[in-house]
T-cell receptor
Framework: DGGITQSPKYLFRKEGQNVTLSCEQNLNHDAMYWYRQDPGQGLRLIYYSQIVNDFQKGDIAEGYSVSREKKESFPLTVTSAQKNPTAFYLC?????????????FGPGTRLTVL | QQPVQSPQAVILREGEDAVINCSSSKALYSVHWYRQKHGEAPVFLMILLKGGEQKGHEKISASFNEKKQQSSLYLTASQLSYSGTYFCGTRGGSQGNLIFGKGTKLSVKP
């Protein structure tokens, strides 16, 4: 089955620690995205990548970093510089960044920083 | 700029209809609609493009008024499975990021 996987589903970390969230897709999609979701706020774009070895900042990139070394993988690192990292993180992919292509979302990772 | 969705929440009985609106202060090229059930991933419903082209599920109905910079999602004869939070995402050009609204929570009761 084709799809997007995110791991882990729940993640607990101590304040000041970096943590990396995994996102893998086997849909052969070029574009991948990371969103942060807070209650009542909708989805806010952190980073996106239109092609391997290239990525751009979204609206709330501060305190986050990404890499895109392989087409199928787009890991997100939440650094200690992120002031309020507790949130639900969603990874998505689309065939391309064109407006005609819908985004497919992974099941999400709920990060709690203690 | 984040699109504004209305209403913020709506409660329906099975079989009733609902309309969810999405408005932008900027000119729009496309509008995407997604539904998210609690704790799950958003699921694609429909894309509406400038010029009238649409792509999405056959049972979903939506409109896109380019002049008014608005889109509406029509949910008719609602079923329990329609419950969830509906998000619109907008783009000002053929490329670029989707900007999502804060969502409309729909609850369908038996």
């Amino acid at each position: 089955d084709g799809g997007i996987t995110q791991s882990p589903k729940y993640l607990f970390r101590k304040e000041g620690q970096n943590v990396t969230l995994s996102c893998e897709q086997n849909l052969n999609h070029d574009a991948m995205y990371w969103y942060r979701q807070d209650p009542g706020q909708g989805l806010r774009l952190i980073y996106y990548s239109q092609i391997v070895n290239d990525f751009q900042k979204g609206d709330i990139a501060e305190g986050y970093s990404v890499s895109r070394e392989k087409k199928e993988s787009f890991p997100l690192t939440v650094t200690s510089a992120q002031k309020n990292p507790t949130a639900f993180y969603l990874c998505a992919s689309s065939l391309s960044a064109s407006s005609y292509n819908e985004q497919f979302f992974g099941p999400g990772t709920r990060l709690t920083v203690l | 700029q984040q699109p504004v969705q209305s209403p913020q929440a709506v409660i329906l009985r099975e079989g009733e209809d609902a309309v969810i609106n999405c408005s932008s202060s900027k000119a729009l090229y496309s509008v995407h609609w997604y539904r998210q059930k609690h704790g799950e991933a958003p699921v694609f419903l429909m894309i509406l493009l400038k010029g009238g082209e649409q792509k999405g599920h056959e049972k979903i109905s939506a409109s896109f008024n380019e002049k008014k910079q608005q889109s509406s999602l029509y949910l008719t004869a609602s079923q329990l499975s329609y419950s969830g939070t509906y998000f619109c995402g907008t783009r000002g050009g053929s490329q670029g990021n989707l900007i999502f609204g804060k969502g409309t929570k729909l609850s369908v009761k038996p």
